[in-house]
């Protein structure tokens, strides 16, 4: 088994198997609106309307609030996309683990390879480190170090993993 890095994204963890697949069409839409903003001029407009369209849609279906323009890194997982709620100027580094019912709020910032477990929510502005891993149901409210697990209303840390 490879370890997953925390700075290098895994694209074909974001890569389509099949069309009806909400949380990755969802993620395709984001970078879709990215890439076509960034571009710029009157084809970049188009299309940036058009993925805004898509993105609209795979919302609904997925019940998941994901702005076009949230800072993602490359290879983010969303098993279950339901009721996750990500804001516009929060964080989240690459190859990064979102289940369902997780809430960011603005000014968090998630390094790579985090692990959020459902239910978990983000509620201050903190610092996640790289390789960390969120326990179901966490609700964090100050910074976790690379490699730490933290669980519990508030979040604790109840492990430090010296390898990450």
């Known amino acids: 088994m490879t370890a997953i890095s925390a700075s290098e994204p895994d694209w074909s963890r974001e890569r389509l198997s099949k069309w009806w697949d909400p949380s990755r069409q969802l993620l395709k839409s ?3 609106y990215q890439k076509w903003r960034q571009k710029g001029g009157i084809l ?3 299309f940036s309307k058009l993925a805004v369209f898509q993105h609209h849609f795979w919302m609904v279906v997925t ?3 994901i702005p076009v323009n949230c800072q993602i890194g490359g290879g983010l997982l969303l098993t279950h ?3 996750v ?3 516009p100027h929060a964080q989240i580094g690459c190859n990064c683990l979102i289940l369902q019912q997780v809430t960011i709020v603005a000014g968090v910032k998630i390094g790579g390879h985090v692990d959020i477990g459902a239910g978990a929510k983000i509620i201050r502005p903190v610092t996640i480190g790289d390789h ?5 149901n966490a ?3 100050q910074d976790v170090p690379a490699g730490a697990i933290v669980v519990g209303i508030p979040g604790r840390i109840i492990q430090r993993n010296s390898s990450a």
Not at 132 to 136: E, H, K, P, S, T
């Open 30 to 32: 984001i970078r879709r």
């Open 44 to 46: 970049g407009l188009f």
């Open 63 to 65: 019940a998941a609030d």
């Open 81 to 83: 996309p339901n009721g």
């Open 85 to 87: 709620v990500i804001h």
């Open 132 to 136: 960390a891993q969120v326990g179901a």
């Open 139 to 141: 609700v964090v409210l």
